[in-house]
């Protein structure tokens, strides 16, 4: 008789928050012949929305705007007046799959790699077809995926990375191409302005990453960095570097006066945004705030849905929309040395018993948590 054992699914909450979090007893996977069978240790605590491509809502949100929700949700078939809906963001690429755990058994014909043996604490990297997170165990066909996280590392921390952190991290990457083409291309210009959109864990990524990265850059005194506030919060977060400038974008203002005061706080118009925003007003605003030949990037999820409508909007403005993918598994791996190595701070997080993902996702849905929620579903200390 096979083992059982547990598999945890998350899905759409409903008006009353009920039934969202179903639990059931699955076969223990078998062991690829080429692969290796994970203990899942901690996942990123996020839900499916039922639309005709799967997204998810993940507590990225937590610390994010709860304004024009209606534009927020506008792709995901929702009536906005549905309390789940309050304060969530789409921030995570891959419900269900921000998995750090233990490598519990290895296949027969499998070839090892970067040292990977069976108790090797790892990260998984999201790649296509990757198996869904929320479960005691799930099997990897090879080890391609698999990166090692040091022990100095805590696998909660480490669970936060695949997604959220390594998508901010291509977008910095990205960025940097930008900024080397406006500060040493053709043109170049004296000075660069680079405006982050947000203050949930995606921003906060890439504003942490960003400031790592461009103190390599030998023209790091001549980029200025700029914070557009969604939320109250954005101010604390944005001070702990007392060089970056911060704007709030409050919906109460007009359109006109949220682009003049953004312009007016980075001193004049934007040359690159990272726009972490998902609604069609957030990004018609960065592209009105951008330097003729600036650059907006957006996530692949958002440029997917609005990239169509606003083509047209940037050809007028002469300024352009980047559509940034995740990132690779060599940047996975690099941003788990930063982090290990305390060279990148990464952002609050909280972490809960699997057996409570009804009230986190209850907590979520009403922006209770701080922070990335991160669900535990082995004891390994």
Same mark, same amino acid.
């Given at each position: 008789?096979?083992?059982l ?10 008006a009353?928050?009920n ?5 059931? $007893?699955?076969?223990?996977p078998d062991?690829?012949p ?38 927020e949700?506008?792709?995901f ?7 789940a809906?309050?304060g ?9 799959? /921000?998995v750090a ?7 027969g014909?499998?070839e090892?790699t970067?040292g ?10 999201p790649? $296509?077809?990757v198996?869904h997170?929320?479960?005691d165990?799930i ?8 990166v ?19 998508l901010?991290?291509?977008?910095v990457?990205?960025?940097i191409?930008?900024?080397?083409t ?12 680079m ?7 995606l ?7 960003a ?11 001549r ?5 557009a ?5 954005g ?23 949220l ?11 934007v040359?690159v945004?990272?726009?972490f ?6 990004l018609?605003r ?7 030949g600036?650059?907006?990037?957006v996530?692949e999820?958002t440029g ?6 606003f083509?047209?909007?940037a050809e007028?403005? @002469?300024? @352009?929309i ?10 996975l791996? $690099?941003l788990? /040395? ?6 990148? /701070? ?5 972490v809960f ?12 849905? @009403?922006?209770?948590?701080n ?11």
């Amino acid at each position: 008789m096979s083992k059982l054992c547990r598999q945890v699914s998350i899905e759409s909450p409903g008006a009353t928050l009920n039934e969202c979090v179903f639990s059931f $007893e699955v076969p223990v996977p078998d062991v690829p012949p080429y692969g290796a069978r994970i203990r899942v240790v901690y996942a990123g605590a996020c839900y499916r929305v039922v639309r005709t491509r799967s997204a998810s809502v993940c507590s990225t949100s937590s610390i994010s705007s709860i304004g024009s929700l209606t534009g927020e949700m506008e792709g995901f078939s929702m009536h906005s007046s549905t309390p789940a809906h309050v304060g969530l963001r789409d921030g995570a690429l891959f419900p269900g799959y /921000e998995v750090a755990g233990i490598v519990d058994a290895i296949g027969g014909a499998a070839e090892c790699t970067d040292g990977i043996t069976i108790g090797t604490r790892i990260v998984l990297y999201p790649y $296509e077809g990757v198996p869904h997170g929320y479960a005691d165990f799930i099997v990897v066909p090879d080890f391609k995926c698999l990166v090692p996280v040091p022990a100095v590392l805590p696998l909660s921390v480490a669970a936060m990375l695949p997604t959220g952190a390594l998508l901010a991290t291509n977008t910095v990457y990205t960025a940097i191409e930008c900024l080397n083409t406006i500060l040493e291309g053709s043109t170049k210009k004296d000075k660069a302005t680079m405006l982050i959109v947000g203050t949930g864990g995606l921003a906060l990524w890439a504003l942490r990453i960003a400031t790592h990265y461009f103190r390599r850059l030998p023209y790091h005194d001549r980029i200025h960095i700029s914070v557009a506030s969604l939320k109250d919060e954005g101010f604390v977060l944005a001070k702990e570097n007392e060089e970056i400038k911060v704007v709030q974008w409050s919906e109460d203002l007009y359109e006109r006066q949220l682009i003049e005061r953004t312009i007016d706080a980075c001193g004049g118009p934007v040359d690159v945004v990272l726009n972490f925003g998902t609604t069609s007003r957030s990004l018609h605003r960065s592209l009105q705030c951008l330097a003729p030949g600036g650059m907006v990037l957006v996530t692949e999820s958002t440029g997917e849905k609005l990239l169509p409508k606003f083509a047209k909007k940037a050809e007028d403005l @002469n300024v @352009n929309i980047v559509v940034v993918p995740n990132g690779t598994i060599e940047q996975l791996k $690099e941003l788990v /040395e930063l982090v290990s190595n305390g060279d990148i /701070e990464p952002p609050p997080h909280s972490v809960f018993p699997a057996e409570e993902a009804q009230e986190v996702v209850r907590k979520l849905c @009403n922006s209770e948590i701080n922070g990335r929620a991160i669900l535990k579903f082995h004891n390994i200390d």
